[in-house]
């Protein structure tokens, strides 16, 4: 079997699996030299990527890895008794594209795949060549190629044709994975610690793994106290490369970089301006309410998406709902790569008690001056399906996707709080 190491870097598969996904040179090279690499129904090494005319054995390996997860790496060969133990990097050039082709082209429908190089040192133009499969909330995922149209999975040893029962048992696990993401950001409007007030809006952000796994965030965690742990995801969140706060620097409530977080029955949760702090003033400015599962699910509430000012305006904080989306799904990309998760997940985000609101970023622009666009729905809602690389890589530019069209319609698409500094 694979020896997993803290270095390396982990896929989990559909059934609580561990699948290895090298990240360097070193990495590999004292993988192989320790002689700890084996074929397994998760990793398959190959000398090279198939020669022309064979794209369909590639596409077979891909399908088959996709229905729980699993890592091709090409660049390794066999030594005498067939174990993968011996380096012969490939020719990097077209690589990877060849790869994504032969997946868009030859797999029905095509399954996300993740795919990088790693370059030798001593070369930079040859290395290896990973490409890690997630466990697919669509499979099965049907070959196409030569006219094959058949579903494959992985045993031990190899590539398997699934049989009949095996196709519908991944159908109904299709099925049972498929949720409606509208009743899971409704469960948690529900949810709300504050009842709805005329004078606020609130904010409502949720996330949940496509691919169930109650041991994630213990597997994230590892030997560090959770809030240790979620401190220091949180420390990342709340930096200037995450968001930058150019038009409201002094908005509240926010992330925090020290939290205590208390014990849930299925997770953990931190909260400010509850408890004392709220019997002492009322006051859902304040509020702010984060809570992680142990599947690695997420909700976050904040009571002051908008708030009235003193002349009875009510005033939409388009930078502060897109702050702490952004730094909401830079939490959680941090989580699910610390957890080896590397499959979607849901996102859900919904601000209610908007109806009659206007913008606060462009409140002293002449067009709202003198002429106010009031909101003319109480709630706005997006949902979404992200990887949890993009969550990890980008969670600026997943939030801009939930939150842009609000900030649109409340500034006449005259201000987008992501491109702002």
Same mark, same amino acid.
């Given at each position: 079997?694979?020896?997993?190491?803290?270095?390396?870097?982990?896929?989990?598969?559909?059934?609580?699996?561990?699948?290895?996904?090298?990240?360097?040179?070193?990495?590999?090279?004292?993988?192989?030299?320790?002689?700890?690499?084996?074929?397994?129904?998760?990793?398959?090494?190959?000398?090279?990527?198939?020669k022309? !005319?064979?794209?369909?054995?590639?596409?077979?390996?891909v399908?088959a890895?996709?229905?729980?997860?699993?890592?091709?790496?090409?660049?390794?060969?066999?030594?005498?008794?067939?174990?993968p133990?011996?380096?012969?990097?490939?020719?990097?050039?077209?690589?990877?594209?060849?790869?994504?082709?032969?997946?868009?082209?030859?797999?029905?429908?095509?399954?996300?795949?993740?795919?990088?190089?790693?370059?030798?040192?001593?070369?930079?133009?040859?290395g290896?060549?990973?490409?890690?499969?997630?466990?697919?909330?669509?499979?099965?995922?049907?070959?196409?190629?030569?006219?094959?149209?058949?579903?494959?999975?992985?045993?031990?040893?190899?590539?398997?044709?699934?049989?009949?029962?095996?196709?519908?048992?991944?159908?109904?696990?299709?099925?049972?994975?498929?949720?409606?993401?509208?009743?899971?950001?409704?469960?948690?409007?529900?949810?709300?610690?504050?009842?709805?007030?005329?004078?606020?809006?609130?904010?409502?952000?949720?996330?949940?793994?496509v691919?169930?796994?109650?041991?994630?965030?213990?597997?994230?965690?590892?030997?560090?106290?959770v809030?240790?742990?979620?401190?220091?995801?949180?420390?990342?969140?709340?930096?200037?490369?995450v968001?930058?706060r150019?038009?409201?620097?002094?908005?509240?409530p926010?992330?925090?970089?020290?939290?205590?977080?208390?014990r849930?029955?299925?997770?953990?949760?931190?909260?400010? !301006?509850?408890?004392?702090?709220?019997?002492?003033?009322?006051?859902?400015?304040?509020?702010?309410?984060?809570?992680?599962?142990?599947?690695?699910?997420?909700?976050?509430?904040c009571g002051?998406?908008?708030?009235?000012?003193?002349?009875?305006?009510l005033?939409i904080?388009?930078?502060l709902?897109?702050?702490?989306?952004?730094?909401?799904?830079?939490?959680?990309?941090?989580?699910?790569a610390? !957890?080896?998760?590397?499959?979607?997940?849901?996102?859900?985000?919904?601000?209610?008690?908007?109806?009659?609101?206007?913008?606060?970023?462009?409140?002293?622009?002449?067009?709202?001056?003198?002429?106010p666009?009031?909101?003319?729905?109480?709630?706005y809602?997006?949902?979404?399906?992200?990887?949890?690389?993009?969550?990890?890589?980008?969670?600026? !530019?997943?939030?801009?996707?939930?939150?842009?069209?609000?900030?649109?319609?409340?500034?006449?698409?005259?201000?987008?709080?992501?491109?702002?500094?």
């Open positions: 079997m694979v020896i997993l190491t803290k270095t390396v870097s982990r896929i989990t598969g559909g059934t609580g699996s561990v699948v290895w996904v090298p990240r360097s040179e070193s990495e590999l090279v004292e993988v192989i030299q320790a002689e700890e690499l084996a074929e397994t129904a998760t990793f398959d090494a190959k000398v090279a990527l198939p022309k !005319g064979k794209s369909k054995d590639l596409a077979i390996d399908a890895m996709a229905n729980d997860g699993g890592t091709l790496l090409y660049g390794v060969d066999e030594d005498e008794q067939g174990r133990i011996v380096p012969s990097p490939i020719d990097l050039s077209g690589a990877a594209e060849r790869v994504d082709r032969i997946v868009r082209s030859c797999i029905s429908e095509p399954p996300t795949v993740e795919i990088h190089s790693i370059p030798t040192a001593e070369n930079p133009a040859v290896y060549l990973v490409v890690a499969v997630p466990p697919s909330p669509r499979a099965p995922h049907m070959v196409t190629v030569d006219k094959e149209h058949r579903y494959y999975g992985r045993s031990a040893t190899g590539n398997v044709r699934l049989s009949e029962g095996e196709v519908a048992r991944l159908y109904e696990r299709r099925r049972s994975w498929e949720v409606d993401r509208e009743v899971i950001l409704n469960e948690a409007i529900a949810r709300a610690p504050l009842e709805p007030r005329d004078d606020f809006a609130y904010l409502h952000l949720v996330a949940r793994p691919v169930p796994d109650e041991g994630l965030l213990d597997r994230a965690k590892g030997d560090q106290h809030a240790q742990f979620l401190n220091s995801l949180f420390t990342v969140a709340v930096s200037e490369e968001f930058s150019s038009n409201a620097k002094s908005y509240y926010d992330l925090s970089e020290d939290n205590t977080f208390d849930r029955s299925d997770g953990w949760v931190t909260s400010q !301006g509850l408890g004392v702090e709220w019997q002492n003033y009322e006051d859902p400015k304040l509020v702010l309410e984060f809570e992680i599962g142990l599947d690695g699910s997420a909700r976050l509430f002051r998406a908008a708030d009235r000012d003193r002349g009875g305006l005033l904080l388009e930078d709902v897109a702050g702490l989306t952004a730094r909401f799904l830079c939490v959680l990309g941090s989580l699910y610390s !957890g080896s998760y590397h499959g979607p997940a849901d996102v859900g985000l919904a601000v209610t008690g908007l109806r009659g609101g206007i913008t606060y970023a462009l409140r002293n622009h002449p067009r709202f001056q003198f002429s666009s009031p909101f003319d729905k109480d709630k809602s997006r949902t979404g399906r992200f990887m949890a690389s993009m969550l990890k890589n980008d969670p600026r !530019g997943c939030a801009r996707k939930l939150v842009l069209p609000l900030a649109q319609a409340t500034t006449q698409e005259l201000y987008d709080p992501f491109a702002q500094g």
